[in-house]
């Protein structure tokens, strides 16, 4: 049937399994390494193929990125400044002033509003 140099050729490019089926061997890559068919050759392929570029997504408009009312900052300033104008008047005078009748309660004053100032920098925007 076939001779012997047929035989070796197919050999070479064949395997025979156990019911004589010929199945094809397997392929050698460019490294000289055998894989499986239909599996990528992962050794020959360069960086610069598998590097991907990253798609720019578009910023999403989140609620709490709208800003504050125009009247905000000049709210946030004139209340600290307020509250230090009030606080210097207080020690220069030893209490006595700005609001004659309560005394030590004008340093609680100065600070609240210089803290209710403060607070509102944290939501500012």
């Keep these: 049937m076939g001779s012997a140099k047929e035989t070796s050729k197919d050999s070479a490019t064949s395997t025979t399994d156990k019911g004589g ?7 050698k890559t460019k490294s000289g390494t055998s894989r499986a068919p239909g599996r990528a050759d992962t050794t020959a392929t360069s960086s610069a193929s598998r590097r991907r570029t ?13 800003l504050n009312p125009v ?37 609680v004053v100065g ?3 210089i803290m ?9 925007r």
């Design 21 to 27: 089926v010929k199945k094809p061997a397997d392929k």
């Design 54 to 66: 990253p798609q720019r997504q578009k910023p999403q408009k989140i609620k709490s990125d709208e």
């Design 71 to 107: 009247w905000w900052v000049p709210t946030m300033v004139t209340l600290m400044v307020v509250g230090l104008i009030w606080l210097v008047v207080c020690y220069l005078t030893q209490t006595d002033y700005p609001i004659p009748g309560i005394s030590s309660w004008n340093l």
């Design 111 to 113: 600070f609240a509003a």
């Design 116 to 124: 209710v100032g403060f607070l509102m920098t944290t939501r500012w």
